[in-house]
């Protein structure tokens, strides 16, 4: 009816089939908007423990302790990429804590746009903790956006410098192996987190903690303890509740022979 | 250190000789294979057969060198074949460091037939956007690649004259290593309805599969053994000679039983030193 | 600082995108295909920053004769060759990367350069596979079977008798298991995905301005 309302004021049309993802949209939004609500009213969510997430200030500290600095990268993906702004709240949490403990933090970048994001990030985190003579901004740089150049030039940074602790959340391809193995053979503690699908077998291999998918996005509602923020993720959980719904039924109409759901939510047989 | 721990804790340097000889001996000496040819890739052979001579195909070519292993055999194999048919191949890509790469391989192949660039086949080069550039196509070619890859307007090369858009093509391949495959498949195919071929690499094959069994795909060539199919395909019907994939597949062939050897070396090594810690045991020693 | 300025363009900007990906409205269209490609034009023009930043980090190695200052050397020239051979020569009709100087760097330094970086990953995979690929659990096991049928229906190694079905068994792990747990967790990252851009939009999500929450 709102769009019939819309079509006949504004000849809007919504595109065709995208009808059923715009009502999931608009749920969705619904559940981020109940669940943040109540987090503002003082409710607290609990969420699983995630060890990756739960191991990078002990990371961090293995770092400090070792006189060693930290190696972050943010994949090899750009700024629009919604991997790579996952990475980028991770990295503010994580500069945050090297500079209270006085570790340097090196940002070998991809991507130009994504080396000034870095920057100021990690400058504005510095001068939170009022560390802000500790920053080098050479420390944050932009190397090439041809793959394995940079993944040749991140693993010349690996075997100089031989950081301590290993970061490599965002989007990656094939050199995904290529940096975990190298920085694996020079000892350091590797956390890796990736919504790319096809590379995770090789994060699991080669590092100590890997976040799977949706622990990348959960990452930073995770570490900020902000129940404001951790809302978000029982909007995802009630995301996946319907889904699951969706998936159960269509399975049902399935086996029955029906293609009735199926034309329903838009999709083809 | 006795023999167990040395077993699980084998230097990488040896591993990584023992992996340089078991591909470089192969390749340096390559023997013919017993390959089994599977289903998804006499699917695109024939598929490629049945376009008729005179015809028009496009080539997304949409690998750079970093995955030329792969993929670049099947490319040279399908090239050989349509060229073979005395098909018109047009060649347009969406990864920019690819048009030099595909630009070498067309001129090496199409000299070996007397083809003429701009009559025979013609390399309209890159245009960034992925899927929009997938979607202008079935619009109007001319509108989203004007020019061609060394700067010659579309409306010179004899070619591109009668060609438009996708009604204009008997087939669309995609040799694909990344996930072109998908905006293919529901711009190409999906609302244009023209037929699709693609290639891949292993790491990428699997999301494809399902395209192949709803028939969005005529055929799917995978990965090195796949390219080493095709060119077995090519070998039975047009006597080309067994090149860099069926060589490859040697090499690979030897590198994964390494691999194997070796996850069974340290996996007898793991065992042992478990056995000989067992707390069972050590009560008995006591 | 206020971040409301930046925070109100983010939403606004969001707002505007998801209307175009859902509602067919000429002008939001219009809009939603300018800004596509305006951010390819500013992305081209980001370069610059990233240029600077490569320049200052190597010349400064350079006057500090830090260690491995002599690979900065290589950089330059490297970096010169390739802008030098495309933007300034020409050879006939030949500019850019048609001209050879440039094409012949491109396809005898810049080509084999990557596909040995590529090549490395068959080295790596071993001496990963090996030093992973332990049966330390009821998990560990399965990975390690599963690995191992994979590698082994992949190529032909072991055919005939028993090993006949190796291909099939391969196809079962990739199209069942696999496939699901592959589904399963791009359905989570699709939900990760829409959480975390909408918690942007909003303005819940603060941290990728830099500076304090408020």
């Given at each position: 009816m709102i769009f019939n309302f819309l079509n006949l004021i504004f000849q809007i049309q919504i595109k065709e089939g995208k009808g059923p993802v715009f009502l999931v949209l608009v749920l969705f939004i619904c559940a981020l908007v109940f669940f943040l609500d109540k987090a503002r009213k003082g409710a607290s969510f609990k969420i699983r423990k995630i060890a990756g997430l739960d191991a990078v200030n002990e990371a961090i500290g293995r770092a400090t302790e070792m006189g060693k600095s930290i190696l972050y990268t943010t994949g090899l993906e750009t700024a629009s990429h919604i991997a790579t702004i996952a990475s980028l709240t991770i990295l503010s949490r994580v500069a945050k804590r090297a500079a209270r403990y006085g570790t340097r933090l090196q940002v070998p970048s991809f991507d130009p746009i994504v080396m000034t994001l870095s920057q100021e990030i990690v400058r504005e985190s510095y001068l939170e903790e009022g560390m802000i003579d500790s920053f080098r901004k050479d420390d944050i740089f932009y190397l090439t956006q041809e793959q394995f150049a940079y993944t040749a030039a991140v693993e010349g940074v690996l075997i100089r410098e031989k950081p301590a602790t290993v970061f490599l959340m965002g989007y990656f391809y094939a050199e995904s192996l290529l940096l975990a193995e190298t920085g694996n053979s020079i000892g350091a503690i590797q956390i890796a987190g990736t919504d790319a699908v096809t590379q995770l077998p090789f994060f699991i291999v080669s590092c100590d903690y890997t976040l799977i998918g949706e622990e990348l996005y959960a990452a930073s509602a995770y570490l900020s303890e902000d129940s404001s923020i951790i809302s978000s993720l029982k909007a995802q959980d009630f995301g996946k509740a319907l889904l699951w719904i969706f998936l159960f039924i269509g399975s049902i109409f399935t086996f029955f022979g029906s293609v009735k759901f199926l034309s329903i939510i838009g999709g083809s047989s | 250190m006795n023999i167990w721990d040395k077993l699980q804790s084998i230097d990488r340097r040896w591993i990584f000789l023992v992996m340089f000889i078991v591909i470089i001996i192969p390749l340096m000496n390559p023997k013919s294979l017993d390959i089994n040819v599977s289903e998804p890739t006499r699917k695109a052979f024939e598929r490629i057969e049945n376009v008729p001579s005179g015809s028009n195909v496009l080539i997304s070519w949409d690998f750079d060198p970093g995955s030329q292993a792969e993929l670049l055999p099947t490319a040279k194999a399908m090239l050989h074949q349509l060229f073979e048919k005395n098909v018109n191949i047009v060649v347009i890509t969406l990864w920019p460091a690819a048009p030099t790469l595909a630009d070498t391989t067309l001129n090496e192949i199409s000299t070996l037939y007397n083809k003429q660039e701009g009559v025979d086949w013609v390399n309209l080069g890159f245009k960034p956007g992925l899927d929009i550039v997938v979607k202008s196509m079935g619009s109007d070619i001319h509108e989203i690649f004007p020019a061609d890859d060394k700067g010659k307007r579309v409306e010179?090369?004899?070619?591109?004259?009668?060609?438009?858009?996708?009604?204009?093509?008997n087939l669309v391949i995609d040799l694909s290593a990344g996930s072109s495959v998908d905006f293919?498949?529901?711009?190409?195919?999906?609302?244009?309805?023209?037929?699709?071929?693609?290639?891949?690499?292993?790491?990428?094959?699997?999301?494809?599969?399902?395209?192949?069994?709803?028939?969005?795909?005529?055929?799917?060539?995978?990965?090195?053994?796949?390219?080493?199919?095709?060119?077995?395909?090519?070998?039975?019907?047009?006597?080309?000679?067994?090149?860099?994939?069926?060589?490859?597949?040697?090499?690979?062939?030897?590198?994964?039983?390494?691999?194997?050897?070796?996850?069974?070396?340290?996996?007898?090594?793991?065992?042992?030193?478990?056995k000989k810690t067992s707390p069972k045991l050590e009560s008995l020693n006591k | 600082m206020s971040n409301r300025g930046p925070l109100a363009v983010a939403f606004i900007a969001g707002m505007l995108m998801i209307g175009d990906y859902f509602l067919d409205w000429g002008p939001l269209n219009s809009y939603a295909e300018w800004v596509q490609k305006y951010y390819i034009i500013i992305a081209a023009f980001a370069i610059v920053l990233g240029v600077a930043s490569l320049f200052k980090l190597h010349l400064g190695k350079l006057k500090r004769k830090e260690d491995g200052w002599r690979y900065s050397i290589v950089t330059f020239f490297g970096f010169f060759a390739m802008i030098v051979t495309g933007l300034f020569m020409t050879s006939g009709d030949l500019t850019g990367t048609k001209h050879p100087w440039n094409a012949w760097l491109y396809t005898n330094v810049q080509l084999p350069l990557g596909a040995t970086m590529f090549s490395l990953l068959a080295f790596f995979i071993a001496s990963a596979a090996y030093r992973a690929f332990r049966a330390r659990s009821l998990e560990a096991t399965l990975l390690l079977l599963a690995a191992c049928l994979v590698m082994l229906g992949q190529v032909p190694i072991l055919t005939g008798g028993v090993f006949e079905s190796l291909p099939e068994i391969k196809q079962w792990i990739l199209d069942i298991p696999n496939m699901a747990s592959k589904r399963a967790i791009m359905i989570g990252v699709g939900l990760g995905m829409m959480s975390t851009a909408l918690k942007i939009i909003f303005g819940i999500e603060r941290t990728y301005l830099g500076g304090s929450e408020e």
């Open positions: - | 010179n090369i004899p070619l591109m004259k009668d060609i438009r858009n996708y009604d204009d093509f293919y498949v529901e711009q190409a195919h999906g609302a244009y309805g023209a037929d699709l071929v693609a290639a891949a690499t292993g790491v990428m094959i699997g999301d494809f599969y399902p395209y192949l069994e709803a028939n969005q795909l005529q055929g799917l060539v995978g990965a090195l053994v796949g390219a080493a199919e095709y060119e077995k395909l090519m070998e039975k019907a047009y006597g080309l000679e067994p090149d860099k994939a069926t060589a490859g597949m040697q090499a690979q062939a030897k590198a994964h039983l390494a691999i194997i050897i070796f996850i069974v070396l340290g996996n007898i090594g793991f065992f042992a030193k478990r | -």
